[in-house]
């Protein structure tokens, strides 16, 4: 098994940047593929990104893109998530996910392994 913990979230200002960060622990010889969902209140959880083992491998949520940059640190079992130009849309819980089956996706019953999330609040 692996353990997840994230952080990074906080309060910050609409045109404001956060970098989340996940850390995994355990069993971290296993190849994971990881992700960041998000998740606001009244809503299902929504994809934001994943990127495989290697990090050449990389997907992003539709409303996300050109604004968050995911990465990967294998050395520091370590996954990042760079969000810029925030939006008031863009607060809610993000948590980390993660896979040892290979591939990415963006479903979220593929991921197996899940942080307890940390709160990202963008204010207008």
Not at 52 to 74: A, E, Q, V
Request: hydrophobic share 30%.
């Amino acid at each position: 098994q692996v353990q997840l913990v994230e952080s990074g979230g906080g309060l910050v200002q609409a045109g404001g940047s956060l970098r989340l960060s996940c850390e995994a622990s355990g069993r971290t010889s296993t190849r994971y593929t990881v992700a960041w969902f998000r998740q606001a209140p009244g809503k299902e959880r929504e994809f934001v990104a994943t990127i495989g083992w290697s990090g050449l491998t990389i997907r992003y949520g539709h409303s996300m893109k050109g604004r968050f940059t995911i990465s990967r640190d294998n050395a520091k079992n370590m996954v990042y998530l760079q969000m810029n130009s925030l939006k008031p849309e863009d607060t809610a819980v993000y948590y980390c996910a993660a896979d040892g089956r290979g591939g990415v996706s963006s479903i979220r019953d593929t991921y197996e392994y899940w942080g307890q999330g940390t709160q990202v609040t963008v204010s207008s």
